[in-house]
Structures are given as C-alpha cells and as structure tokens.
Nanobody, 127 residues
C-alpha cells in the first residue's frame, strides 16, 4: 500500500513557525529518491496551490508568496520530506498536502503531475 502521511499541522499565531513532515511508505516508494515531492495547500473555496517542491536532485521551487519564509527538504534515507514554515500569516490557514511525482522533476506546478497524495494536515494561523 502506497502511503504519504503528513504531520505537524496545528493552530499557531501569526508570525509563528511550524514544521510539516511527510512520511512515504509502500512499494512505490521503495525508490523514494527518484520522486519529486511537492507541498500543496488548499484554502477553503480555492484550488490546490503548489507552494514548494523538491526534485530528485534536490532542486527546489517555491511559490512567490512563500519565498524566503518556507523551506522544503528531504531525507531519502528515511523516506521523508519536510516543510519548514516561518512567519506564518492568517491567510495561510489551509489544509496542507504532500504529493509525489515519479517523474522526479519540478517543472510544472500542476497537481496532475503528482501521482500520490497524502490525506493532508490542517494549519490554522490566528491573527
């Protein structure tokens, strides 16, 4: 069974930090290192938005809205990907999802490029 499981969400105040984690398991992720991994968020009433991604080679992508505040990283030995979020804003209250792209590259922000998805973790930022 292929699984992506996010953790680390919660309720914080504006300006606080959170670190999200995503654990990958299952047969498809036996070669975790070849995957590009992305972090999406969905604000209620809006579409999923790619906010950060890391390629199989470690190249990173950030949406303009999070550049300089969020950092994506991965640990291939542990099949983990992380999203460090600093200086959080109330408008970033959303469900956050990690996703795996077996193509390994991060040239597109389209959700359809990602094959595997976690169930999401909720982040709430109060003013």
């Amino acid at each position: 069974q292929v699984q992506l499981v996010e953790s680390g969400g919660g309720l914080v105040q504006a300006g606080d930090s959170l670190r999200l984690s995503c654990a990958a398991s299952g047969r498809a992720f036996s070669t975790f290192s070849v995957y590009a991994m992305g972090w999406f968020r969905r604000v209620p009433g809006k579409d999923r938005e790619l906010i950060a991604a890391i390629s199989r080679r470690g190249t990173t992508y950030y949406a303009e809205s999070v550049k300089g505040r969020f950092t994506v990283s991965r640990d291939n030995a542990e099949n983990m990907v992380y999203l460090q979020m600093n200086s959080l804003k109330p408008e970033e209250t959303a469900d956050y999802y990690c996703a795996g792209n077996p193509g390994g590259v991060i040239g597109s922000s389209r959700p359809e490029m990602y094959t595997y998805w976690g169930q999401g973790t909720q982040v709430s930022v109060s003013a």
